[in-house]
């Protein structure tokens, strides 16, 4: 039997206000435990909440990036839970009327563009965090009352990989919005991933599973596969997808239960009396519209056809703003735009190791620079590879890696010759060969130089003399 895979997922995105949803507490990471607290984040009996303006804001900018309904009336809600990082026994959430409804972003796996449906995305506050070591567990309610934008897709995700290009495309539209740090480690990014199989040509949804908080793109792709194969054994030999909520183990690189799944009417949903309705205006939705930057999908196209580069290139630099503008600020000082892209690609990337381009150890100016010494023919490509090394580890700018470690390009044809001359003498018997048309060995004799010369002689020049020393006039 054959089974098709659904996926839909619930992202949590903190949103990068400098204070909380309902009071001015700042929101900034990393403070002593309990420091950013107050009467109304510490849920005490009577403290009233008042709303965050810019809140709301973020919200109507991910609502209209999204191509959705912003609605104009909405309202909060109570989720009432008890857990220790929750003071007020109650989330302060949205549920009938959440801000925005009816979005969709286009992803792209294997070459296929596909439409992925939002749901809905509601504003809500974060809870507090639980700290536990052996004996012990410490509340710290720093986090509580950071706000946050829940994003719901439709289950229109079809395997793994599509779930993670969503996610990656949900990701890169908060960043260039600039509401959302983005920060996996530090949990500003979150989600939590439901998964069902059902029989090829079913409509109905198969029972599902939830995988919860996951903050790394490789770990949600890595347990959706195992996910998969669990039910899909599971449904072969007969039996039946319990429905539960599932802890991704990466160690064991297997998902655990962690409870059994709560249904909304658990949770005692009503509108929160402490809140009035929201109204939004007409003009405020388009003063925002009118502050929308441009956007990832606009940005890679743009990219294709201002700097000619293949699509490939284009997904890849756009996927990320800050990558985005690393470029952009890098390709304006006159590099050629395909080659600066093949170095971020390759070199860049690979020393970044998924690490933000906000902090590169080597700026973009710098990058340009070396790019263009290569260009100019004051440096080969190899010996580039030698200064980005050295730029990487001193932060040094490369005009002055190349000035202090003598790396300049030799173009002197009698210096280049003199060297040929000696490597032809040095070697009479392949010199006789090469003569005979018997082998391919100029790659031997330029191996030769650029030994000698410690790579820095003009690759081309020195091509041009073996041929000159070789055959004279009679070149074939
Ligand atoms: P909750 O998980 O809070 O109960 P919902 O029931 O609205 O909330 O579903 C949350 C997410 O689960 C949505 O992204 C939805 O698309 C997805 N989902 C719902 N049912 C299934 C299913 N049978 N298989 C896969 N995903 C599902
Ligand atoms: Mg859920
Ligand atoms: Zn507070």
Redo the contacts with the bound molecule.
């Keep these: 039997m054959e089974f098709e895979t659904?996926?839909?997922?619930?992202i949590h995105a903190q949103l990068k206000t400098a204070s909380k949803i309902f009071c001015g507490c700042s929101t900034e990471f990393g403070a002593p435990a309990n420091t950013h607290t107050c009467p109304v984040c510490l849920g005490m009996p009577g403290a009233l909440p008042v709303l965050n303006r810019k809140v709301v804001e973020f919200a109507i900018k991910m609502g209209l990036a999204t191509g959705a309904t912003i609605n104009r009336s909405n309202q909060f809600a109570r989720k009432n839970y008890f857990y220790p990082d929750l003071p007020k026994g109650y989330q302060t959430s949205q549920f009938e009327s959440p801000i925005v409804e009816h979005g969709k972003v286009e992803i792209e796996v294997d070459g296929q563009v596909r439409e992925i449906g939002i749901?809905r995305m509601h504003m809500e506050e974060d809870a507090g965090k639980l700290i536990h070591n052996d004996s012990s567990s410490y509340v710290d309610l720093n986090r509580t009352g950071t706000p946050l934008l829940e994003i719901?897709?439709?289950?229109?995700l079809r395997s793994p990989q599509e779930a993670c290009a969503y996610l990656k495309k949900i990701h890169a539209i908060l960043r260039y919005l600039d509401i959302c740090d983005g920060n996996m480690q530090e949990g500003s990014f979150r989600c939590?991933a439901?998964?069902?199989l059902?029989p090829v040509g079913q409509t109905e949804?198969?029972?599902?599973t939830?995988l919860k908080n996951m903050n790394s793109f490789r770990h949600v792709q890595a347990a959706l596969e195992y996910e998969v194969r669990r039910q899909r054994d599971l449904l072969l030999d007969g039996g039946k997808v319990v429905q539960q909520t599932l802890l991704w183990n990466p160690d064991t690189g297997r998902t655990e239960p962690m409870r059994g799944?709560?249904?909304?009417h658990d949770y005692r949903y009503f509108p929160c009396p402490d809140l009035v309705p929201i109204e939004i205006s007409e003009q405020w939705i388009e003063e925002i519209r009118a502050t929308l930057s441009e956007l990832p999908d606009a940005r890679k196209n743009r990219f294709i056809t201002e700097y000619g580069l293949p699509e490939y290139d284009a997904v890849i630099l756009t996927g990320d703003r800050a990558l985005a503008e690393y470029f952009e600020e890098a390709v304006r000082l006159g590099p050629d735009p395909k080659k600066l892209s093949n170095w971020i690609m390759t070199e860049l990337m690979r020393e970044l190791k998924g690490e933000d381009f906000d902090n590169c150890p080597i700026s973009a100016r710098q990058l340009s620079s070396l790019l263009l010494l290569v260009e100019k023919g004051t440096i080969s490509g190899k010996i580039a590879k030698t200064v980005f090394r050295e730029m990487l580890t001193t932060g040094k700018d490369p005009e002055t890696i190349v000035a202090e470690k003598n790396l300049m390009q030799v173009s002197d044809e009698a210096e280049i010759m003199q060297v040929v001359m000696e490597i032809l003498a040095a070697n009479p018997e392949q010199v006789e060969e090469q003569r005979a048309g018997k082998s391919k060995l100029m790659g031997f004799f330029v191996g030769q130089l650029m030994r000698r010369m410690k790579g820095k002689a003009n690759p081309a020049m020195a091509n041009e003399l073996f041929n000159k020393a070789i055959w004279g006039e009679n070149r074939p």
Excluded: F
Excluded at 152 to 156: A, I, L, M, N
């Design positions: 659904v996926i839909g997922l619930e749901t719901v897709s439709e289950p229109d939590d439901n998964i069902s059902r949804l198969g029972m599902r939830e799944k709560e249904d909304a």
